[in-house]
């Protein structure tokens, strides 16, 4: 279609325009964040910082219990990693490989889960878990999350293109059910269950209605709310509010990096399903 | 093998325990429970039976009416707004240009961010006196505008440009509103865009080259072409767009306000007027009402536009 140079080079120009619009509130994010405070108050704004101010990250790091955030978030979403990848496997396991009465009317309700946003079920899910003791612990944070639909429908997805021959050859070879899915599926699944693990870790990662209504103390607060909290306490220190942004968004955005491309074509994916 | 496969009758249940416990003690009971709470009168523990009474205080609260408005308002704001750019983009990316990935990895960078983070950024932002938005529109010779401190309508503050003058209930969104639409189609643009990408990618080539051979121009390949078999995706992401859209959260409790939901209320969604009712006031009754009002809201959406995409849509 684009045969002359001119629109090649507009096409270009239109998606640079598109692009800078993009990546602008997180280059002033960052300068922001180098900024002295008199700096970030002066009207209009210098583009850059005068002298970088690389205290500020400490100083920010230092205001509120930063450390406590970020471990209470790795091992939250560290469990919550574990237990969809080991629920999930199973039951999709069942779905695709399994006969039993009822199997598909099953998957369909698990599906119709699927349809129901969280913010529906918050109150009465918050309910439950003061009946079970657990608001405020990390039971709170991590069960609930430790299974989910969409997971499940994925992993379904991709076990049912592997042939049924290897599944006959496996029984009749003595293998059990649940050998064949642990040495036969799951080897063959390797980038559908990447895909689910990224995720389950973006999803845990970026958690903040359900963290912000199920915990309270600071001491299971994670990274998210935190980083909220943080913002009611620094007020108007905008230079310290722009780096602990910064170093909050900046470990995902570093696997982001790393895992760009089955990141986007994971999310791609889960779109063509509908 | 006779034996084993008797055996293997327990085992379904084995493997579908873990993940069938969480989920109805998570999800389904939590759906069934629901209802069965916004019966009662509910502050911290249960009280009276109110059969409908929430349903029926709930319809005659302005409040509710207000928060859905506000809500609408940031639907139809936000949803072609973001399909329209985000269309736009991919159809510009699927041209077989250099640097592709680069293009589309920027563009995505905002939705691989969390949502906290992004609304401290864009607060600062739309900051009233020291903010970049205003300093950017000061630069192209605009007065600077209160963003997420101005409550007067969108349509009146365009109307007052051009000497007219609307009264405040044609007003529209206030700029408040239109500034948290802007910061929410920035965030979702690169989801979409990949979505149509994909779509896009999945139209075969030689229809391109045959409508060329036959001297179509860019624009009637799109109409006659593009637009037809892109359907099924684009139906998807509107509803998706959509439904997230009614949940509209997190970027309202942390940029507007204090008050959340100011200035004036004209911020204040129906998530957040749920999340008041059960968190902040306790009244979880009502809280569980508005949450059952919004899911009957979005499931019809979602079962109107699943009609109209069996009907209309071109499925290549």
Not at chain 1, 106 to 131: D, E, H, Q, T
Request: proline content about 6%; overall charge positive; charged content about 10%.
């Amino acid at each position: 279609m684009a045969k002359r140079p001119w629109s090649k080079l507009s096409i270009h120009l239109l998606l640079i325009g598109g692009g800078i619009a993009a990546i602008t509130p997180f280059l002033w994010m960052i300068s922001t964040s180098l900024k002295l405070p008199p700096e970030a108050l002066k009207f209009p704004p210098g583009l850059l910082p005068h002298i970088p101010q690389w205290s500020n990250y400490l100083e920010a790091w230092r205001e509120a219990p930063f450390a406590r955030y970020f471990l209470n978030t790795i091992f939250v979403s560290g469990s919550v990693l574990v237990s969809v990848l080991f629920t999930s496997a199973l039951a999709a396991f069942a779905f695709s490989w399994l006969e039993f009465k009822g199997r598909e009317a099953l998957f369909v309700g698990f599906l119709s889960m699927m349809m129901v946003p969280m913010v529906v079920y918050l109150v009465p899910a918050y309910i439950i878990l003061y009946k079970l003791r657990w608001l405020d612990t990390y039971w709170a944070l991590i069960i609930p999350w430790g299974a989910n639909v969409f997971s499940i429908f994925l992993l379904r997805q991709h076990f049912k293109t592997i042939p049924r021959d290897l599944y006959d050859a496996a029984i009749i070879d003595g293998c059990s059910s649940f050998g064949f899915l642990w040495r036969v599926v799951l080897p063959l699944s390797k980038a559908v269950l990447v895909t689910v693990a990224l995720f389950s870790l973006i999803g845990s990662w970026n958690s903040f209605m359900w963290p912000l209504v199920v915990t309270n103390s600071d001491k299971m607060r994670i990274i998210q709310v935190g980083l909220a909290n943080f913002s009611q306490e620094s007020g108007t220190r905008w230079t310290l509010l722009m780096a602990a942004s910064t170093f909050c968004v900046a470990p995902l955005l570093l696997v982001f990096f790393f895992a760009q491309k089955r990141i986007i074509s994971s999310f791609a994916r889960s779109g063509l399903k509908g | 093998m006779e034996v084993r496969s008797k055996k293997n009758k327990l085992s379904p249940l084995f493997y579908l325990l873990p993940a069938l416990v969480i989920i109805i003690a998570f999800r389904l009971l939590p759906i069934l429970y629901s209802f069965f709470v916004s019966f009662f009168e509910w502050k911290i523990k249960r009280g009276e039976f109110l059969g409908l009474g929430q349903y029926w205080a709930l319809i005659h609260d302005p409040v509710f009416w207000k928060s859905l408005l506000n809500t609408v308002y940031f639907v139809l704001g936000t949803v072609p707004t973001s399909l329209l750019i985000s269309l736009f983009f991919a159809v510009l990316l699927n041209q077989k240009i250099k640097a592709m990935g680069a293009y589309r990895t920027t563009f995505f960078l905002p939705v691989i961010t969390s949502m906290v983070a992004v609304s401290m950024v864009w607060k600062w932002l739309y900051h009233p006196r020291l903010g970049l938005a205003n300093f950017l529109l000061v630069l192209v010779g605009i007065k600077p505008l209160g963003w997420l401190n101005e409550p007067t309508g969108i349509l009146k503050l365009l109307g007052q440009g051009i000497g007219l003058s609307l009264p405040n209930w044609l007003g529209g969104p206030s700029l408040a509103l239109v500034a948290i639409i802007i910061m929410s189609v920035w965030k979702g643009l690169g989801y979409n865009i990949v979505l149509f990408l994909a779509g896009l990618q999945n139209i075969p080539h030689q229809l391109y080259e045959a409508a060329r051979i036959d001297g179509a121009g860019p624009f009637y390949s799109f109409r006659r072409i593009t637009w037809p078999l892109l359907s099924p995706t684009t139906f998807y992401v509107l509803l998706m767009t959509t439904i997230v859209s009614f949940q509209v959260f997190t970027q309202i409790y942390l940029m507007t306000g204090p008050p959340v939901g100011g200035p004036q209320g004209t911020t204040k969604v129906i998530v957040y007027y749920l999340y008041e009712k059960g968190f902040v006031t306790f009244n979880r009754g009502y809280a569980s009402a508005i949450a059952l009002v919004l899911f009957v809201i979005i499931l019809s959406l979602t079962l109107l536009q699943r009609r109209l995409a069996e009907r209309r849509v071109h499925y290549g």
